[in-house]
């Protein structure tokens, strides 16, 4: 039979084990979270840092498609200035195709994110984000240095 003071103890100890399986919970939770966001940022290639923005590409996405094109998806952060109104949009992903023999490009879709590095749900979107219209690749530019990259020259 217990006494008074074992189901006391036996109490406090399962009170403890509660508490420490909710600690171990959350650690996994977290370990969890980080294994997700790593693969994440070891696949981004950074292109473009400034005050305003910084470029990437996901290594992963690149796809080769017949005859010289190139697919990849694109995403930029927006740095809000202190000094104007708050940004709605803090990073964009953008599926670019280009025209690797034409030096052309098109946008394929557009997603805008209130959350830096494409994280969150996606802002509700007026327009479609896609853009099929064919264009030069500017020169100097960003995506110049992507279809470099995705192209091969």
């Known amino acids: 039979m217990l006494t008074k003071n074992h189901t006391t103890a036996l109490q406090s100890f399962s009170m403890i084990s509660n508490q420490g399986i909710y600690w171990l919970l959350a650690l996994v939770w977290l370990w969890a979270g980080s294994l997700q966001a790593q ?3 070891a696949d981004l290639k950074p292109i473009l840092d400034t005050k305003t923005h910084s470029i990437y590409i996901y ?3 690149v796809k ?3 005859p010289d094109w190139k697919k990849v998806w694109v995403l930029t952060n927006f740095y809000p200035d202190p000094n104007q109104p708050p940004l709605t949009v ?3 992903r953008r599926n ?3 025209d690797c ?3 052309r490009f098109s946008t394929l879709a557009l997603i805008r994110y209130g959350e830096s590095d494409a994280l969150g749900k996606p802002l509700l979107q007026t327009d479609s984000g896609f853009d099929l219209k064919e264009r030069e690749v500017p020169e100097g530019s960003a995506l110049e240095i992507i279809k470099g990259i ?3 020259s």
Do not use: D
Request: proline share 10%; aromatic share 4%; net charge positive.
């Open 39 to 41: 693969p994440l940022m």
């Open 59 to 61: 290594k992963s996405s």
């Open 64 to 66: 080769n498609l017949p």
């Open 90 to 92: 803090l990073s964009t």
């Open 96 to 98: 670019v195709l280009f």
């Open 101 to 103: 023999r034409k030096n």
């Open 150 to 152: 995705v192209c091969g």
